[in-house]
């Protein structure tokens, strides 16, 4: 069967390696329980107004720093856009076309879909995407024919008594749910009468093997410690810096802050997802504040520090704890933790997980009718 893959990716407004890699890792995982995923060139209308060459209107941080520094990463920008439009283009077996409110009821007939799997990420968070009828499963093609999700994700939602209502109405959609975090996984089994599971994220359901499949060669011929900032912060950058001159290691940086170059940093915000996984692999140390920074880290066995990021604390510190490694997420870059990781152990609590998680994902997928 060949089921459309729905999520959060082409149309992010930043470089975001975890959005592409979850999809890519989900779409695999799909054929390896033999099925076909098709990834949606899915565009919510939420999205449909950002110009990710013009990314300045849409960052977190609005001051006249982070803008500076956005105009400087520019360049930048323009190389890793085009990388990442490649990479969707030639790692997927992506919809001949684009979907948006106005066609998405034709996919079925036009790309001859069974079905339909909600992906990762946060797009089930109202702050974010409201009630998007794509990441809702709400369309009528979805509502009429089978959606499932697979590790959706509320982040730190705010409902209220108006948006409750509509919440319990789009849960209705959906044939089933893997969820990647706790926190709704009561509401959301009181409100529906479907299998309700917490998942593994998608990129936790391929091992480091999988993925070099797709990586680089190593890049960087020195040893560097990477440091991988999703947000500006000063604490985890200082804590970088002191790490790898003790070490002498060079850092190699993937952020917005240009002017670190001027701090000896060797930056490349223009690297593509083939090379964030070859520059992970590679590095000698990852200081981060990305969940899937960190979780490729982890797939690739390499010592790391996590620092506390706003609207992540709660999913990173909940894979942390699968992990048995919730000492390593820091916030003031003082806090003591095991300088050695056990992998042979962490890996042992991921291969269980994504046992149960894989086993989830083949019922969903196994349940949608013949057609």
């Known amino acids: 069967m060949t089921f459309g893959v729905v999520s959060y990716n082409i149309y992010c407004n930043f470089t975001n390696y ?95 879909l069974d079905g339909f799997v909600c992906g990762s990420d946060t797009i089930f968070c109202p702050d974010e995407f409201g009630f998007d009828d794509g990441y809702y499963g709400n369309y009528a093609c979805m509502k009429n024919g089978y ?42 089994k009181e409100h529906t009468s479907v299998p309700v599971q917490k998942v593994v994220d998608p990129t936790l359901l391929l091992t480091s093997a999988d993925y070099d499949r797709i990586a680089e060669k190593r890049i960087v011929p020195e040893k560097y410690l990477l440091l991988y900032a999703r947000r500006y912060n000063p604490v985890m950058t200082e804590y970088a810096e002191k790490l790898a ?30 090379e964030f996984l070859s520059l992970v692999k590679h590095a000698e140390y990852v200081v981060t504040n990305s969940f899937h920074g960190m979780i490729f880290s982890v797939q690739y066995r390499r010592p ?22 919730s000492d390593r997420m820091l916030v003031n870059g003082t806090e003591s933790f095991r300088e050695t990781i056990s992998y042979d152990e962490v890996h042992a609590r991921i291969d269980a997980a994504r046992q149960e998680s894989v086993a989830f994902l083949q019922s969903e997928l196994d349940g949608c009718p013949k057609k």
């Open 147 to 188: 959606a499932v999700a697979y590790a959706a994700s509320f982040g730190d939602p705010h409902f209220t008594e108006e948006t409750y209502p509509v919440l319990n109405a789009r849960l209705q959609n959906f044939k089933a749910f893997g969820l990647r975090e706790n926190l709704m996984i009561p509401y959301v």
């Open 245 to 274: 001159e003790k070490n002498g290691w060079k850092i190699i940086d993937i952020s917005l802050r240009a002017t670190n170059a001027e701090r000896g940093h060797q930056m490349f915000y223009e690297a593509g997802v083939e």
């Open 304 to 325: 790391f520090v996590v620092f506390s990021r706003e609207q992540c604390d709660t999913k990173i510190e909940e894979l942390l704890a699968l992990f048995g490694l």
């Open 18 to 112: 975890g959005s592409a890699l979850q999809s890519w890792a989900l779409t695999q995982a799909i054929g390896k329980l033999g099925h076909h995923a098709k990834l949606v060139d899915y565009c919510p209308e939420i999205l449909a107004d950002k110009d990710p060459l013009n990314p300045f209107e849409n960052m977190w941080d609005k001051d006249e720093e982070s803008r500076r520094m956005c105009e400087l990463t520019m360049p930048a920008i323009r190389i890793n856009y085009e990388k990442f439009n490649r990479f969707y283009h030639e790692q997927f077996d992506k919809t001949k076309r684009k979907y948006t409110a106005a066609n998405f009821n034709d996919i079925i007939a036009e790309e001859q």
